[in-house]
Structure formats: structure tokens, C-alpha cells
């Protein structure tokens, strides 16, 4: 059952407001959905992250979501009953120097603040990484150059990004925040130390002995005040793990360490692959194949200080992306399949899959969320992010220009995966 609410909030700035609330799959299970606000794009919600880490305020939420067709990034603000409005920032990217958006473009959020950054293809020579908190500030990578001097070309394709902790650079912040670290092809390069004016950005060339490097993921793993790199290789399926130095610029970097394969046989991730933080010593693999290889998807968890596999992977195909739920007694991934059928339809669903300390407790899924009202090819799933929501965690999703944020959900055994969330109503 759904029930239209009348919106009565911000009409100015969400133009083509709709709210509802409807349940799910069971009676407990709440969420909002809001269709696109009037913010130009063609194509709303081509990606979404949260917006705030939740340590500045125990009340509401923000998302940031990108737009397509042309270009935007926007915020969603939810106060602490869960009504959702455009905050002050719509930023149309074009007037940042983004004249276009890549297929699937990178959306990050810094672990220790409200920033956001945004990875994207700039113009044939470069790469653009914009940052910022409620706006964007953009940095420009083309040629970049190793401390040595040499100098290493890179394509225009970002192929993955992370958030790390780098150690200080020379004549840099001696204590730097978290920024991020880019990768094309084999060569990664930062973009938290302002090269002097004249010099070009520092960047490493990775390498695993004689093997090629295809980087379609990254991560990271502490490293004390530091963090060491994961490497996720679209060549062979290894992962590798590199000392932070690869932030600070070197002529090569070999790894500190591999897996012999992330899966037997080995799976290959495409672009858009992610290596998502679960604790300080795990992580989540999240691999899709390149829509033209196929659907294949992966998905596991690896003990980040032996590199070795916890558990069986879950190989279930047509997941595009990932989330990590922590409900504070419970961790889950979140997982986003948009092109999957639901009650004969092709409108896609999102599947959580419960995390224990030996890796996925079964492949069956905890919880199945779709759209109660779907429309054919809705792409439900699309992208998925989980959103600190007075002082928890709450699941967003991405549809074709909707938005939905489960504020309480039920999961199939009956059981509250989180209760009520929200407050005030």
C-alpha cells in the first residue's frame, strides 16, 4: 500500500515534489521517496553518498547526488522527522569546468569529514576531482610528475578513487586531513598537496613484479598515522596492498603484498568496483564486470592484515554497487540490482546480506527492498549509500530521478533490522 502525503515544504525549491510513504515488504518497513527536485538534470541520482559524517549533529541527514545530462550536484537534507528538502546548494557542474560526466562517475565521502568528492573525466588530457563541503572545489590532473622528476602521463579515464590518510609531504600541511587518491591505468596520484606553482602533481607508477597493473578498485588499511593502499587489479584478480608512500610520489611502488587471486577462478572487476571499510583489520570486495564482459558480480570479505579470504564470495549476478550497514549490534551489506526482476517486472532491487566475523553467514539474503509501486525499468539499485540519520544509520537508494531512504526496516524473519528512526512526527 502507498500513501501520498501532501507536501507542504519547500515547494519553491523542489518543484516536482512527491512524497510518499509505503510499506515495503512488511508492515514495519517505512521509507520517503522524492521524485527529482528541479535542479536542470536530465538523469537525477546517477550516483549518491552522504552527505555529513554525523559527528556535527545528532538531528536529520544529508545526501549529495549527482545529476546528469547536464551535469549537477545537489544536497537532499532531511530534518529529524524525515522530511526532505533541496539545500542551499545546486550546483550545475559546467560552471566547475565538468563539461561531462563518465558512465559511472565516483562519488566519495572523506571517513573523518563533510566533504565529498566527486571523480570524473574533465577533457581529453585530464581528470577532474572536485571537493568540497556544500560546494565543490576542482583540481585538475593531467600530466602529473614522480618526486624524481619524471614524468608519467595518464589517461583521461579515472579508473578508481578512495579517501586515505597520507603522511606529510614535503613543504606541505604537517598534519593532513584525509583527501583523495586517484587512479588511470597504473599510475595513482593525490590531490591533497597543492603543487608549487610551475610543478605538476605528484603521482606513483604501480607495479607487481612483471605483471601488468589494471587498478579497478581502491581502499585502505591503517597503517598507525597513515594509510597503506588496497589495489584491487582488473589484469589478474589479485589484491595488493601498497605503503601509503604512493600518495607522496615515486618512480614505481612495488606492493608490500598480494593475494595469490581475489576468487578461484579468478574474478576480473570492471570499472566501478569498490573496496568497501567494514573494520580496521576487513574489508568488503565489491566487483562488477564491464557491462560489455557480462553481469557477473562478486562480492567478499578479506582480512586486511593477511590478505586472505573470510568466508565463501557471493556470486550473484546483475549487483552493480555496495553500501556497509552498521547498525551498531549488526553489519550487513548493502547491495544494488538494478536491472533484477521483482514479481515478473524489470525494475530492479536492493538484497542485504549479513556480515558476521567468518564473512557472509549464507548467500540468502536477510531482506529484499524494492519499489511496492515499481515502473518497468525503474533501475532501482542503481546506487545504493547509507546515510547517518539522527545519530544511526539509514539505507538510501538511488532509482531512475528517485530517491528513497528506509527510515525503518523489517527483516524477512520478522525481526527490526533498525526501528523507528525518526523523530518529532
Not at 517505512?30 to 549533529?57: L, M, N
Request: proline residues 7%.
Amino acid at each position: 500500500m502507498r500513501t501520498t502525503i501532501l507536501c507542504l515544504f519547500a515547494a519553491a525549491s523542489l518543484a516536482a515534489c512527491k512524497w510518499t510513504e509505503f510499506d515495503d515488504l512488511q508492515n514495519q518497513t517505512w521509507v520517503t521517496s522524492t521524485q527529482k527536485p528541479d535542479v536542470k538534470s536530465i538523469d537525477y541520482g546517477v550516483v549518491i553518498q552522504r552527505g555529513d559524517d554525523g559527528s556535527g549533529s545528532a538531528t536529520g541527514g544529508t545526501l549529495a547526488v549527482i545529476g546528469a545530462g547536464p551535469g549537477t550536484y545537489s544536497e537532499l537534507t532531511y530534518n529529524q522527522a524525515g522530511a526532505s528538502s533541496l539545500g542551499t546548494t545546486s550546483l550545475a557542474l559546467a560552471a566547475q569546468g565538468i563539461m561531462t560526466l563518465d558512465p559511472s562517475p565516483i562519488l566519495l565521502a572523506s571517513p573523518k569529514s563533510a566533504e565529498v568528492a566527486l571523480v570524473t573525466t574533465g577533457d581529453t588530457s585530464s581528470i577532474i576531482v572536485a571537493t568540497g563541503t556544500h560546494t565543490l572545489g576542482v583540481h585538475q590532473l593531467s600530466v602529473v610528475t614522480t618526486t624524481l622528476g619524471n614524468t608519467v602521463t595518464i589517461a583521461s579515464t579515472p579508473d578508481a578513487a578512495t579517501y586515505m590518510q597520507p603522511a606529510p609531504f614535503p613543504g606541505g600541511d604537517p598534519n593532513p586531513a584525509p583527501g583523495p587518491l586517484v587512479a588511470s591505468g597504473d599510475v595513482v596520484m593525490g590531490t591533497i598537496y597543492a603543487p608549487p606553482a610551475g610543478s605538476k602533481q605528484p603521482a606513483c607508477k604501480l607495479t607487481d613484479g612483471t605483471n601488468p597493473i589494471q587498478v579497478r578498485a581502491l581502499g585502505v588499511v591503517s597503517a598507525g598515522a597513515t594509510d597503506d593502499v588496497l589495489v584491487w587489479n582488473g589484469a589478474d584478480g589479485k589484491l595488493l596492498k601498497y605503503p601509503g608512500s604512493v600518495f607522496n610520489g615515486c618512480p614505481t611502488q612495488t606492493p608490500l603484498a598480494s593475494t595469490n587471486m581475489a576468487s578461484t577462478p579468478a574474478f576480473l572487476p570492471g570499472h566501478g568496483s569498490q573496496i568497501l571499510t567494514i573494520d580496521a583489520t576487513h574489508v568488503l570486495l565489491q566487483g562488477h564486470q564491464d557491462v560489455a564482459k557480462g553481469t557477473g558480480s562478486f562480492l567478499q570479505v578479506y582480512d586486511t592484515t593477511t590478505l586472505s579470504p573470510v568466508g565463501a564470495a557471493i556470486t550473484t549476478d546483475g549487483m552493480r554497487g555496495a553500501a556497509i550497514l552498521n547498525t551498531g549490534s549488526a553489519m550487513y551489506a548493502v547491495a544494488g540490482y538494478p536491472s533484477s526482476a521483482v514479481n515478473g517486472k524489470a525494475t530492479g532491487k536492493v538484497l542485504l546480506f549479513a556480515i558476521t566475523p567468518a564473512g557472509f553467514a549464507t548467500d540468502m539474503p536477510a531482506e529484499t527492498l524494492y519499489d511496492a509501486q515499481p515502473d518497468s525499468n525503474e533501475l532501482f539499485g542503481r546506487c545504493v549509500a547509507v546515510m547517518p540519520f539522527n545519530g544511526k544509520q539509514v539505507i538510501a537508494v538511488a532509482a531512475d530521478n528517485e530517491i528513497f531512504v528506509y527510515f525503518r526496516v523489517q527483516l524477512a524473519d520478522g525481526t527490526p533490522l533498525y526501528d523507528e528512526t525518526r523523530q518529532g512526527r
